[in-house]
């Protein structure tokens, strides 16, 4: 008896281990594939970081139907390694992304890949109406299923009429939603990564980057 008790218990331990042990990411340099994808698209002449400064990182991840999948990344190399830990918490908190693809698979188009509800990094843009490079150019931020989480105007509304439902944040209205100081903000800020949530005036929800901004 006292067997079996031991033996369900040894299951029940094996059934009840953290999904981080499944965790699995690399990093490595831009290849010449990726190089193909990217050039004159969201990399192109006037970028302010080399290609050799960006590193190419795929994470495993959550999708919304609880299957694994594993995504792809464009980020600076100084900032690989945050995000590699960053997707590790995400992944062991299991907090769901749609789906993880370089923005050039929408053309380089912020809009479109919002539309498609993409988790993307890098991507050489100015901010928006200014001429001031984005913290995406640099391969410093990362925007994270931007449908539930969305730019919202100081009056109120955003751009994605699919988010507007997710314009008021007092609960969540999906699993995917970020609130202020729930787990995956602060699976950010462990690393020193700032939230858009807590911008002044306009807020974006879908917004982490290495320096706040």
């Known amino acids: 008896m006292r067997r079996i ?18 965790y699995r990411y690399s990093i490595s340099r831009i290849t010449p594939s990726v190089k193909a994808r990217i050039m004159g698209s969201s990399y192109h002449r006037g970028c302010p970081v080399p290609l050799r400064n960006l590193r190419y990182v795929r994470v495993r991840y959550w999708d919304f139907d609880h299957h694994q999948r594993t995504g792809e990344l464009i980020v600076n190399r100084d900032a690989s390694g945050d995000i590699a830990r960053i997707f590790r918490r995400l992944y062991a908190n299991g907090y769901r992304i749609r789906r993880m693809r370089l923005v050039d698979a929408y053309g380089a188009s912020d809009y479109r890949s919002i539309e498609a509800d993409n988790t993307s990094a ?3 843009r100015f901010v928006d109406g200014t001429n001031h490079w984005s913290n995406h150019a640099y391969g410093r931020a990362v925007d994270l299923n931007p449908l539930e989480n969305p730019y919202v105007y100081a009056n109120g509304t955003t751009s994605h009429p699919r988010s507007r439902k997710y314009v008021n944040r007092s609960k969540r209205r999906h699993r995917a939603m970020i609130l202020r100081g729930d787990k995956t903000v602060r699976a950010f800020a462990a690393e020193g990564w700032g939230w858009g949530g807590n911008f002044s005036g306009a807020r974006d929800y879908q917004h982490f980057s290495a320096d706040g901004r």
């Open 5 to 22: 008790v031991l033996l369900a218990a040894a299951l029940l331990a094996l059934t009840a281990a953290p999904a981080s042990a499944a």
């Open 122 to 124: 890098f991507n050489c």
